[in-house]
T-cell receptor, first 115, second 117 residues
Framework: ETGVTQTPRHLVMGMTNKKSLKCEQH?????MYWYKQSAKKPLELMFV???????ENNSVPSRFSPECPNSSHLFLHLHTLQPEDSALYLC??????????????FGQGTRLTVV | AQSVTQLDSHVSVSEGTPVLLRCNYS??????LFWYVQHPNKGLQLLLK??????LVKGINGFEAEFKKSETSFHLTKPSAHMSDAAEYFC???????????????FGSGTRLSIRP
């Protein structure tokens, strides 16, 4: 148990559906991240929030929409996804967004399948 | 520019034998370096980290890694493999500091470690 909780653990959705992934941390961290992990590809950073403000958006398609209502919660809203968006979506948090000497704590991920 | 290379995509060892997972980095300065482990269907967990203190770093579960600047390497080792060590291992170069540098954290492509009974 890392202190970062992601729900749901598994999600199957059609290409026309709208769904949301949720991430919650009660570690007192002030930075949260969404990563995408696809088979046989390196981890891809999608979004970074620091102090509830988005500080990084790595050219992610607009069908992915993040939301950070407070420092403990992070959402990823999904709509009109494509089958190639099927992946493991990992949430992480840290104290400070530079991560220079700071460990990132990861959730267990949401396994997303788009059909 | 910084980069990290994990030299083996898959390593298979017998239980009770040594483990060596290789990582080489490229950086214009002495970076911090992390190793993360990901067990099947789980998130990533920090195994150990080097932050310019002792060059030999001990982590959880009996793993250790040695920072060698002359070889630009940070290989992960364990004297005796256990079945529970089967997982994916990532070598990570954090960014060089700065408020907006989180996007520059660099994950290696991962090494899948298999343990034979």
């Amino acid at each position: 148990e890392t202190g970062v909780t992601q729900t749901p653990r598994h999600l199957v959705m059609g290409m026309t559906n709208k769904k949301s992934l949720k991430c919650e941390q009660h570690l007192g961290h002030n930075a949260m991240y969404w990563y995408k992990q696809s088979a046989k590809k390196p981890l891809e950073l999608m979004f970074v929030y620091s102090l509830e403000e988005r500080v990084e958006n790595n050219s992610v398609p607009s069908r992915f929409s993040p939301e950070c209502p407070n420092s403990s919660h992070l959402f990823l809203h999904l709509h009109t996804l494509q089958p190639e968006d099927s992946a493991l979506y990992l949430c992480a948090s840290s104290q400070g967004s530079s991560l220079m000497n700071t460990e990132a704590f990861f959730g267990q991920g949401t396994r997303l399948t788009v059909v | 520019a910084q980069s990290v290379t994990q030299l083996d995509s898959h390593v298979s060892v017998s239980e009770g034998t040594p483990v060596l997972l290789r990582c080489n980095y490229s950086s214009s300065y002495s970076p911090s370096l992390f190793w993360y482990v990901q067990h099947p269907n789980k998130g990533l967990q920090l195994l150990l980290k080097y932050t310019s203190a002792a060059t030999l770093v001990k982590g959880i579960n009996g793993f250790e890694a040695e920072f060698k600047k002359s070889e630009t390497s940070f290989h992960l080792t364990k004297p005796s493999a256990h079945m529970s060590d089967a997982a994916e291992y990532f070598c990570v170069v954090p960014p060089g500091g700065g408020y907006s540098s989180a996007s520059k954290i660099i994950f290696g492509s991962g090494t899948r470690l298999s343990i034979r009974p």
